[in-house]
């Protein structure tokens, strides 16, 4: 057990774990944020996806002890209202349907969109070939990422 | 049921539903013979049978209750939205609460089959319009005027002359004491707001803020964590386990056996219980087990086929026959045969099985999960536990994808057990490798098909032999390997060609692995066999696949429809680039009707997906852009299943084991499939979550073919390779 204090979503938390705790588990069952989500535990799905200074990461296959000192944004921190641009894409355009992977996905489209503002189909198939979804939404995520790019 | 007083009784069924408010309150009564009725809560007697589905306070809260899961096909938006549509409200003006499994609620509360829209479709408008006239009702008597001249718009009752209005929470008290109408008049589908109109689904910004609560995102106080291990060799005997290393681990609390209950089977299990779930996880991993597999670790998929392959040379039990068919093929011009293989496959829903259970001493119990089936789940754990089925509070979560492995509660009972044991509220999570390879799987169907063309180009005899093993004989101990199973037979009994002599017939096989239904269950791999086999007559006819189809489709069929629009929107007929092919393919089954033009091209050795266009055929749509979704999702499901892994065996042990292994379609392998909607607004409405699958295998394989002439009969196949 070690002390970490983690920097999540603009908030400090100091908590007492395992150091080789995989990040995820510490969001979601330490920080009390659920948002996050496990799928496969070995980096394969994406929707434990967060970003760790700017780079989405998959959560679930890095140790608390790497975050630390290091600024973690979880979907719970990207906008107060869920009017961040991406959300408002995927609302307008309805992507989710079970929904459960859609925190990651919306994790990697905000970082796709951070590096590259006006990214071609191409691109986007590139930066979000990581994230799963087996309720198949993929060609909505396609088209909610060029939405939210025209909102940004 | 104990006497109750009626106030007593009222409160207990308050509380049930999750509603502390009064006022106005209605809801079916299930209990009658003839069918539900419309009845309201402060029916003398009835209480306990009624499924409430609407409440509105004095306070002017409106809650409607949506009995059906959401698990992404749009339950939460379509049930409300069927209630709301009669009820004169917007969605945005309700609170929608999902109910809990209370078998006082109700039966209707499963997800399956496609059938929420169209098994509730009139019985849920009818309650919204009983309320909404009982509203009326209520205002017109408050202001003492005729009914006739009253309306309801937004969640107001409008004396129309006056221009007077009160809100529904002024009127919920009277309007609770008003007649309840058996037969309330429906709305005029043209005065519809909600009912074919897309869009506004509201579980979709919880969904894209992190704010849905799933299963997997349960926390109650003082909760401990499971990490559950069964024998790699699936039913395997425990014979003994070590955990000594086990309970040093930092974090662990304890070790416990229980049983994985799944259909008739009930597996040996050891979990490992930790203050959180890595712990409970690292625990397991030093857990030593030993198991007596009784044979079960011969089992290997590909001696496993080879006996399927075998069995396809006997005779089968006959499901239906219509004309002769031994004579007919045998007098037949041209005569093909062909044999088409298909894999098991999972379900891999991305929210891992899990459940967190609280067990009150000495006979209550609180469970907290994704479930498609509420109604069961309550029903198998009170069985269980031998405790009363009002004893078992369900809190029902957003399920993180279905598709039928939430069809089971495999992964509820062992934690009720738990929870029991320990005397701690536990949350069980597996592993995506125990998602894995532990099933239940979708099972494989292997099919022999012979055809019979006549000289002038026309099918007239047809036999589908299917060879597989049973999901039924897994989950029903009376299941008769002696009778035809006909979910295995799906679809092509009555398949929609005009072939006077077909005959069709099944050939048990067992397999003694957990199997159940997935997403369009058998259709998924009996219209790859037919509606390939069906274009292989085609070819050895010299026709055109669309047009041998259309010439042999049962006319005025829907399926003639769907042909004919899918002709239409994919240009059918026009040249096509060099190295492109069309495949096309409809298949229909209980739970509706779709077809499919794919368009592929050549490339290298295999193809690449250039175009799917997909045709649904629904009668009325509730919410098309919905029903545009599942079919949009469908797809990928569908080509997940013709060119990934699929499971397999080898020593009783499943090869696949996560995502990097039992690969699912990727962003960049899938194209836009463009939907079309077939509505002729008719009272026949058919289901929109499962159609979408079946007919797109075999429309990727004929348009491979017509691309290549490389004739796809086993699925998977590795689309960049076809041979």
Wanted: charged share 20%; with cysteine.
């Amino acid at each position: 057990m070690a002390s970490f204090k983690l920097n999540i979503n603009n908030k400090q938390y100091d908590l007492d774990v395992d150091e080789q705790m995989p990040l995820l588990w510490v969001i979601r069952d330490f920080a009390g944020l659920t948002g996050t989500k496990f799928g496969c535990g070995i980096a394969q799905c994406g929707a434990c996806t967060i970003h760790l200074d700017g780079s989405p990461t998959r959560s679930c296959s890095i140790p608390v002890s790497v975050a630390a000192g290091k600024k973690i944004t979880t979907i719970e921190g990207i906008s107060e209202k869920t009017d961040h641009a991406v959300q408002k894409a995927w609302i307008e355009l309805q992507v989710p349907q079970c929904g459960y992977c859609q925190s990651g996905q919306i994790m990697s489209a905000i970082a796709l969109l951070t590096t590259n503002p006006k990214p071609t189909d191409a691109d986007i198939d590139t930066a979000m070939q990581g994230n799963l979804c087996r309720c198949g939404t993929y060609q909505r995520i396609r088209k909610a990422i060029h939405r939210a790019a025209e909102l940004i | 049921m104990q006497q109750m007083h009626p106030s007593l009784k009222r409160r207990r069924f308050l509380q049930l539903a999750g509603i502390t408010g009064t006022g106005f309150f209605l809801g079916l009564n299930t209990g009658c013979k003839s069918g539900p009725e419309i009845a309201a809560v402060s029916a003398p007697g009835k209480l306990f049978e009624i499924t409430p589905y609407i409440n509105i306070e004095t306070s002017g809260v409106i809650t409607i209750f949506n009995t059906k899961p959401e698990v992404g096909q749009g339950t939460w938006q379509s049930v409300p939205g069927l209630i709301a549509e009669e009820l004169e409200v917007s969605l945005d003006q309700v609170v929608i609460k999902q109910t809990g499994g209370q078998s006082q609620f109700g039966n209707a509360q499963s997800v399956g089959g496609s059938s929420s829209v169209r098994g509730e479709f009139f019985t849920l408008r009818k309650v919204g319009a009983a309320a909404r006239e009982m509203l009326i009702g209520a205002a017109a008597q408050q202001w003492q005027v005729p009914v006739e001249e009253c309306y309801a718009e937004n969640a107001f009752v409008i004396h129309k002359p006056s221009g007077k209005k009160l809100g529904y929470g002024a009127l919920a008290e009277t309007a609770a004491k008003m007649k309840v109408p058996a037969e309330p008049k429906l709305k005029d589908p043209k005065d519809f707001r909600i009912i074919g109109k897309s869009g506004g689904r509201p579980d979709i910004p919880l969904k894209s803020s992190g704010q849905a609560k799933f299963g997997l995102d349960v926390s109650v106080p003082g909760m401990v964590y499971a990490s559950i291990e069964r024998s790699p060799v699936i039913g395997s005997k425990l014979i003994k386990f070590d955990d000594a290393d086990t309970r040093k681990m930092k974090g662990v609390l304890d070790v416990v056996t229980c049983k994985r209950i799944v259909g008739i089977f009930r597996h040996d299990s050891v979990a490992v219980i930790g203050e959180n779930y890595w712990a409970a996880l690292q625990g397991r991993k030093k857990l030593k087990t030993e198991w007596n597999h009784e044979g079960r670790d011969k089992l290997n998929s590909s001696d496993y086929a080879a006996g399927l392959r075998k069995l396809a040379a006997k005779k089968g039990l006959t499901d239906i026959t219509h004309g002769s068919f031994e004579k007919e093929y045998a007098g037949a011009a041209k005569k093909l045969e062909a044999l088409y293989e298909t894999p098991l496959v999972s379900h891999s829903p991305i929210e891992p099985m899990n459940c967190v259970v609280r067990w009150n001493a000495p006979d209550q119990v609180e469970i907290w999960t994704s479930t498609q089936i509420p109604g069961d789940l309550v029903k198998e754990v009170a069985k269980e536990q031998s405790i009363p089925e009002a004893n078992v509070h369900l809190h029902t979560m957003f399920n993180g994808g279905g598709f039928g492995r939430r069809l089971i509660n495999d992964y509820v009972t062992d934690v009720v057990e738990l929870s029991k044991k320990t005397g701690k509220p536990v949350k069980a999570i597996w592993t995506r490798e125990d998602d894995t390879r532990l099933g239940p799987f979708r099972p494989m169907t292997f099919s022999a098909l012979k055809g019979g063309i006549s000289a002038d180009g026309r099918p007239v005899a047809l036999e589908h032999k299917v060879i597989s093993p049973s999901i039924d004989a897994g989950l029903y101990p009376n299941f008769d390997p002696k009778k035809v199973d006909k979910t295995m037979m799906e679809g092509i009994a009555d398949q929609k060609y005009e072939i006077p002599n077909l005959q069709t017939s099944f050939v048990y096989s067992p397999l003694d692995i957990p199997l159940l239904y997935w997403r369009a269950v058998t259709s998924t791999t009996l219209a790859f066999s037919h509606e390939c086999f069906i274009d292989e007559m085609a070819v050895a006819a010299g026709k055109d696949p669309m047009a041998f189809r259309l010439d042999n489709i049962k006319k005025g069929s829907s399926a003639e429809k769907i042909l004919n629009k899918l002709k239409e929107v994919s240009n059918w007929g026009q040249p096509l680039p060099e190295g492109h092919g069309l495949g096309v393919a409809q298949f229909e089954f209980f739970a509706g009707h779709c077809g499919y033009v794919v368009e592929v091209s050549k490339k290298g050795t295999g193809v690449q997906l250039e175009k799917i266009i997909a045709v649904i055929d629904m009668g009325t749509v509730v919410n098309p852009d919905t029903v545009k979704a599942q079919v949009e999702g469908a797809a990928v499901m569908a080509l997940t299943a013709a060119i990934k892994n699929g499971i397999t065996f080898e020593n009783g042990q499943t090869v696949q084991t996560n995502f990097h292994n039992n690969p699912l379609v990727r962003i960049n392998e899938m194209p836009a499939v463009d939907v079309h909607i077939l509505a002729d607004g008719g009272e026949i409405i058919k289901g929109a979550g499962e159609p979408g699958l079946p007919p797109f295998a075999p429309a990727l394989c004929n348009a491979v073919f017509a691309a290549t002439g490389k004739r796809i009969r086993k699925l998977p196949f590795d689309i960049n390779n076809v041979g």
